[in-house]
């Protein structure tokens, strides 16, 4: 026995079995742990590479939004808002005349002033000696021409020598764009003229002033790299977009910088966002934009984990398994020692001759030969269940009528079974025949009949049946012990299994006994199961396929092949 009393120690082998188990467990451990270390390192290496790739490219982008802020400030600053404001500060010259209408600005015969004039929203004069403004008619707005009066004459004192000055602001939260100019002469009789800016038109000029060349310089993308893969985005003093090219959403790494005072600050407040496409990042970067392999690492680290607590549990069933094979060989044990006891004490009482009558003494040679019968039926499921774990057991099947065949087995366990422990009843149907190993049936009619004996009460009444149905001969032992649950009616067969409760008690038992008669009756074809019997105790029932009648008197070996 593994365990002899609640004061006794754990066998040292066991103890031995369990430190080698922690070990092989804690290694397994280990061993995970080291696979997330190298996976973090090289997702680390993997980032960095990936992080020094993208630093490449934002600075890149940040040398194509000052590219970007270059090319549109000198493009609408030189060929839209100079010959416009020109034009419009020719007419303040004149004497009382009214500002030029935009339509008048369209019309003109120079072909830079009319696509010039597409920028201009309103022109207006003022005239800082009375404060009066003259705004065209179709000026809707008061709040603008209230603006006008009270910024923009301070153009007259602040200008300096710039030849116009703009003006990027917010009136009644929407974005507005002014551009003026003072006329020379003394200060009383300077006049000041201007005009708005449509901020929808500056659309076309953003895009002219792109496509002019390649935003990012040949000598960088070995030119390659065209603008069709540059992102830009383009927003106003009030954050509306004005101009966009690329796609709809920037990579990671793209830069946003402010239009500042470049080309005397003409789009202070604007800002300008830049980003190159990673399908270009190779001609770019050496090496190119290095995919993420988070994705395989993790999955490396899943399917490690996978088989590491594959590993663990297989560890904990063979050492379930092994548990049970203590308990197995523990039990053999004991059951051996029963009947070896029993024959060594009659032995012994024979060879002092210390029986006092004939009687006695035929008395003990029928116990030691009843013990012996016994034992050589557990040393027979021993061997059996040997063979089948080995697979090299064989069957020497032939032709024979089960009912005399499982009455001749009942009236030898019969012999066995200690007086009033049970009586056996026997319902055979005759005429039933199949090709059957005599030996293994008998094997597997012994264990039911050893199974209902062990398990039920004493003077129990174990029913023994034979009957034949949809051409199967139906073997069943019915006694009144205190059945199988439904839960482990299936478990029961397999090896080592016994209820918890038969555990807990005295019942001896090796836990193979039902492991082996489900190998032999499979082995013939058949199959074995459990349910309640009719008097609320287990009825075990074995089905064995009935002999055809065209086979009669054929005999033959099967063997299982190793």
């Not at 116009?164 to 507005?176: C, D, K, L």
Request: charged share 20%; aromatic share 8%; net charge neutral.
């Amino acid at each position: 026995m593994l365990y002899s009393g609640p004061g006794m120690t754990v066998p040292s082998f066991w103890r031995s079995r369990s430190s080698r188990t922690t070990l092989i467990v804690l290694l397994l451990l280990i061993s995970f742990a080291t696979a997330i270390l190298l996976a973090l390192h090289a997702n680390y290496s993997d980032a960095s590479q990936r992080a020094t790739a993208e630093s490449v490219l934002r600075d890149y982008s940040a040398l194509v939004a000052d590219e970007v802020v270059r090319r549109s400030a000198a493009e609408i600053g030189y060929y839209g808002y100079y010959p416009l404001i020109t034009a419009v500060l020719h007419e303040a010259q004149q004497p009382g005349g009214p500002p030029p209408a935009k339509t008048t600005l369209l019309s003109s015969s120079d072909a830079g002033l009319k696509r010039a004039a597409g920028l201009a929203r309103i022109c207006f004069f003022i005239d800082p000696a009375s404060g009066r403004t003259i705004p065209p008619q179709d000026a809707q707005n008061h709040e603008v021409s209230d603006w006008l009066q009270a910024n923009v004459p301070s153009l007259a004192t602040s200008s300096g020598n710039s030849a116009y000055q703009v003006f990027n602001t917010q009136i009644a939260g929407a974005p507005r764009t002014f551009v003026s100019a003072s006329t020379h002469g003394p200060r009383a009789h300077a006049r000041i003229a201007g005009f708005e800016v449509d901020l929808a038109a500056l659309t076309p000029w953003f895009t002219t002033a792109m496509n002019r060349q390649p935003l990012v310089p040949p000598s960088l993308g070995h030119g390659r790299v065209s603008n069709a893969f540059v992102y830009v985005v383009i927003r106003d003093q009030s954050g509306t977009e004005r101009f966009r090219m690329g796609p709809d959403r920037p990579p990671s790494w793209a830069v946003t910088k402010p239009f500042g005072d470049t080309y005397q600050g003409i789009f202070s407040g604007f800002t300008v966002a830049a980003a190159i496409d990673p399908q270009v990042a190779r001609q770019i970067v050496i090496g190119g934009l290095p995919p993420s392999r988070w994705p395989f690492f993790r999955g490396v680290l899943a399917l490690n984990a996978v088989l590491i607590v594959t590993a663990i549990l297989q560890l904990r069933r063979e050492m379930a398994l092994q548990k049970l094979r203590d308990e197995f060989v523990s039990s053999v044990s004991h059951e051996l020692r029963t009947p070896l006891t029993q024959i060594r004490m009659f032995a012994e009482t024979l060879l002092l001759d210390r029986v006092r009558s004939q009687e006695e003494r035929r008395r003990s040679l029928e116990i030691i030969d009843r013990e012996a019968r016994r034992l050589g039926q557990l040393v027979e499921n021993v061997l059996e269940f040997s063979r089948s774990e080995r697979k090299t057991g064989s069957l020497s099947k032939e032709e024979r009528e089960l009912a005399p065949l499982i009455q001749e087995i009942v009236d030898d366990f019969a012999t066995i079974v200690d007086a009033g422990q049970a009586d056996f009843e026997c319902r055979l149907e005759g005429g039933l025949a199949a090709n059957v190993d005599p030996d293994a049936i008998r094997q597997v009619v012994i264990n039911l009949l050893d199974n209902a004996v062990k398990y039920g009460p004493k003077q129990q009444t174990i029913i023994v049946g034979l009957e034949g149905r949809a051409g199967q001969a139906v073997i069943f032992v019915d006694d009144e012990g205190p059945g199988i649950p439904p839960a482990d009616r299936k478990r029961i067969f397999a090896q080592f299994q016994r209820l918890e409760r038969d555990r807990r008690s005295a019942i001896a038992g090796t836990g193979i006994g039902l492991c082996v008669l489900k190998d032999l009756v499979t082995r013939h074809g058949g199959k074995c199961s459990v349910v309640t019997g009719d008097r609320g105790g287990a009825k075990f029932v074995v089905e064995l396929p009935l002999i055809a009648p065209a086979h009669s008197g054929v005999r033959e070996k099967m063997e299982l092949s190793p």
